[in-house]
């Protein structure tokens, strides 16, 4: 049965990884140009994963053909943020910014003064953390714990042990209340380096969160976060509940594989 919070949820689901990205990519675009409609700009935070990276590629060319159709996002009125990262230098292969700047930035043409990697070429992960922290808090003229930067979109992934972003299960960090991001430990998975992360208040105050899903691996994760049977501590994504904003979950049938949610095909 389907818990609560997962019927507050939109759930949609894809064929395969590759139409999950085209359905990624579509709402990314349609969201980011209501954003610049509505306010003038448009402030996401990206994920890494293979399943992000392919709907960055089809952003970007979706630029490169036609940067002017009046269905295209003005990426001269987009910033673009972090939702973690690897404390790796950024040519580094396992680092996120390194994916997104191969896959996007640069086949979109986008002003490097519009994107905001964390800077991992910082001493240690803990000041790597506290200068991310400054500088969200800086942009969005915000004052936590009192007040959070509120992004219009952020995407996040989801690991087969229910992680999202660096907030791995049992891991000091999902219980930060007071910082816009924070330090991770490696988790299970590799690689095996630290990591810096925005925390929940930041992912729960964004006007719209979306997952990205893919993959038979992560089906017990989803079946789990889709029953409610887990807590955050457990599976850590089932604690991103946007308090004001909305949450689509984007998974494929794979991932979806344990779970009846037939009905609600895109």
Known sequence: MQSQAARQAEWRIAADAHELAAMAAKLFTQLGRE????????????????????????????TAKDATSHEALDWSKTDLFFGDERFVPRDDP????????ESLLG?????????HPIPTELGSPEQCAATYSDTLAEFFGVSPPHSWSR????????GDDGHTAS????????????????TSPPGVLPPPVDRVTLTFPVLNAARHVIFL????N?????????????????????????????????????AASQISIGHKLA
């Open 35 to 62: 954003a610049i409609a509505a306010r003038g700009h448009f402030t996401v935070a990206v994920a890494g994963g293979s399943t992000p990276e392919r709907c960055y590629r089809l952003l970007a060319a979706a």
């Open 94 to 101: 396992r680092s996120n910014y390194r994916m997104v700047e």
């Open 107 to 115: 086949a979109a043409a986008i002003d490097p003064r519009r994107v």
């Open 151 to 158: 992004f219009d979109l952020i995407l996040l992934g989801l």
């Open 167 to 182: 907030l791995f299960p049992g891991a000091a960090a999902l219980s930060v209340g007071d910082r816009i991001a924070t």
């Open 213 to 216: 899903v893919a993959g038979a």
């Open 218 to 254: 992560k089906a017990a994760a989803v079946e789990d976060i889709w029953r409610g049977c887990c807590t955050p501590n457990e599976r850590p994504a089932i604690g991103v509940r946007p308090s004001h904003g909305a949450l689509t979950w984007l998974v494929d049938e794979a």
